[in-house]
């Protein structure tokens, strides 16, 4: 029987299991009088941005009109309960064509799969979109964006279960730099994802204009609108006012949000089974995923699945960065954390020679610049210091550093040198106005060698070159 560890691993690796995936300032519409405004027949009102939809007018019971609303739906509604879409355009021709092709046999096996594989994500997207007053059926968005992986990236560069570009994630609380990108985040990209579709309803006043735009853009979508001077995507789909990305874009994820929102009718399982609690902790130094797994007693690879963000599984030094763990282990790697003078991140630990420089390491060890300058505070590129040592992440497995020959063809070592009492490789090496390095190569020393009162060293007379 497999233990609670690696139940937790076999879950969480579901996410992995990879598929293949397919300017200007705008101004608001309200400023725009050419607009004509379209209220779709079936929309009956609105409240904290939801928009409730019957068939038999606005004088049914109210309890009805709450069973549709955001607030008026628990979090557990998924799979519970039929839940009809809140966004217009269920019946529309193109979104009945896609209700079809993903009913089909196959249609209904890809999407139990990602139903399973978006299990860890789904409820704290539902929690952030009531907490939001969203519409309900958006937890589906990130099925026809990146099938529920965090690892996805799109043909355009486009990353993450909500597809942020780079671009894209100003404002919105992503960050990416040298040890991260925020996009494969689900916590901070959901958040992310979310504002901005809030963002764009409250431009538009449209959830099907505001879909439309997290795909083509608001500039692209505004401009569209404008040109056509009607305010309505079913509209501007119909008479091409729209790429044809985008006309297909709306229609499906209503498709696909209509099976998943009613999954027992379309004979789709569901798993009742809570997926593990999950907490966020504040790191506050670079800490290897790894070391962290290993002495908190973690399965093995489950905290790089949690945080596909870390490009090397290792945390950065950024004090507001949070690594998300399994609710059971909090305590555990707080107190792991809190042992600061115990290493977290295995290091090369290299002695700068003459001719060493930090991007010649940095090609070697296969780290960038920046990530060695983090690891070694205060240092600087144009002033290393002979002898020293400095930290370099292991984040490779490489070999010995091998430095260039240093060639002194123009300096022969012909003269003498008694050493005196405190003198040293490097002072000895400042009056001869010679590396330090070639000196103790010559003498067949290093430079962690110690010089004997008396002994005698080669040392350089520079010839003078003939023109």
Known sequence: MCNKHTRIVIFFSFIFFKITLYATEPVPLSQNLAIQKIKPAAEQSRQNGSIFRSSIGMEQDQNILEALSINGIKLEWHGKQ?????????????????????????????????????????????????????????AYLPVIESAFLPSAVSRSGAVGLWQFMKNSIGGYGMVIDEWRDDRRDFIKSTRGALRKLKDNYLYFNDWALALAAYNAGLGAVQRAVQKAGIRDYWVLSEKQYLKQETIHYVPKFLAIASILAN?????????????????????????????????????????????????????????????????????????????????????YYHTIHSGDTLSALSRHYGVSVEQIKQANPGIQERYLQLGSKIKIPALKNV?????????????????????????????????????????????????????????????????????
Request: net charge negative.
């Open 399 to 467: 070999g010995p550093y091998e430095r260039q020959s240093i060639a002194a063809t123009s300096i022969a070592f012909e003269g003498t040198h008694v050493v005196q009492k405190g003198e040293t490789l490097w002072s000895i090496a400042l009056a001869y106005d010679v590396d330090p390095e070639v000196l103790a190569t010559a003498n067949g020393l290093s430079l962690s060698s110690l010089l004997r009162e008396g002994s005698k060293l080669k040392t350089p007379i520079k010839k003078v070159e003939t023109q």
């Open 263 to 347: 999954p027992g009718k379309y004979g789709l399982e569901v798993d009742w089974n809570e997926p593990p609690v999950l907490e966020q902790i504040p790191v506050g130094r670079m800490a290897d995923l790894k070391l962290i797994e290993e002495k908190a007693g973690i399965g093995k690879g489950l905290l790089k699945t949690l945080n596909p963000e870390l490009f090397y599984g290792i945390t950065p030094s950024d004090p507001k960065y949070q690594l998300k763990i399994p609710a059971e282990y909090k305590e555990a790697v707080q107190a792991i954390l809190t042992k600061t003078d115990e290493p977290l991140v295995l290091y």
């Open 82 to 138: 039929g839940v009809e879409l809140s966004i217009y355009g269920r019946d529309a021709p193109l979104t009945q064509q896609y209700i079809k092709q993903y009913t089909s046999p196959a249609g209904l096996l890809w999407l139990q799969t990602v139903l399973a594989r978006g299990k860890p994500y789904l409820p704290f997207i539902r929690n952030e979109i009531e907490a939001m007053n969203l519409p309900p059926e958006l």
